[in-house]
């Protein structure tokens, strides 16, 4: 059975101001997704399921066709937009779409976020281990200090964890840095954030059932009468299954290097990784030859 990687590439990228999931960052035109793929190459996973919108299915297919969809099988789903929205329901959304395509274990990666080879390496492993009952998902977490921006506000899922498992996780908005540290912005003012606090950066690692717990979680979302621009959190609607009884999630703790593009002062950022890692010699200075 193949062991499938999600990307999540139906972003639209308001901050950002482009079509981030095809931004070059690499020497030889490569994107963040393109080393994602590499390094899951590199420990065994040998088929992608793309999440994409429609009208970017002709540009991604290009670029994935002259690269890394030489290498491995590719499927593509597409997260559709309703009528009368202007974005798509969110991350849960974005999963279920991909949910006729996955036939086993699998794992969940954004398009956008570049989490490192030894990151991957431990969720490929997770992903080995035979089933629990109840089942046990997994999630890489992050410290949020080393996922914060030198400038700017980004939204966290904040972790907290008792014994290598998840306890809650709350997505939070507005978390940045100043000159006090690390805070996140509430309607009752800025609050601290201790800068070892894990967070998750949408790298799971999940059986195939946590897809009707995610119809379920994603059909009472909708009975709520959402805003035109609320969205569905896949880190709010795992916490949940960890508070129904649902799952439990072991929290995978990683020293690999992270880096994201939420908005284009992030870009040179990203580009300076990724020329140290090849010049470190971690990547190739072309991925995909031939």
Known sequence: MPTQLVILAAGIGHRFGGLKQLTPVGPSGETIMDYTVFDAAFNGFDEVVMVIRRETEADIRAHVDQGFGQHLNVR??????????????????????AGPSLRGPFAVANADDHYGRAAIAILGEFLTRPA????????VGYT?????????????GLVQA??????????VHDVHRDCAGIVRDTDDGPRMVSPKA?????LWGFGPEVLAHLEQRFAAFRSGDPGPDAECYLP??????VTDGVARVAVLPTDS?????????DLEIVRET???????????????IG
């Not at 008792?162 to 997505?171: C, K, N, P, Y």
């Not at 290097?257 to 002062?265: D, L, N």
């Not at 990724?274 to 995909?288: D, F, H, I, K, N």
């Open 76 to 97: 593509y789903v597409f997260q559709e937009t309703d009528p009368g929205r202007t974005r798509p329901w969110g991350t849960v959304h974005a999963l279920l779409a």
């Open 132 to 139: 629990t009952s109840p089942p046990t998902w997994a999630m």
């Open 144 to 156: 949020v200090s080393d996922t914060l921006p030198p400038e700017g506000a980004v939204s966290r």
């Open 162 to 171: 008792d014994d290598g498992f998840l306890r809650t996780i709350e997505e």
């Open 198 to 202: 894990l967070v998750s950066m949408n």
């Open 236 to 241: 709010e609607e795992v916490g949940a299954a």
């Open 257 to 265: 290097r992270w880096c994201g593009m939420t908005s284009a002062t």
């Open 274 to 288: 990724m020329a140290t890692l090849v010049a470190e010699g971690v990547y190739p200075r072309q991925l995909w």
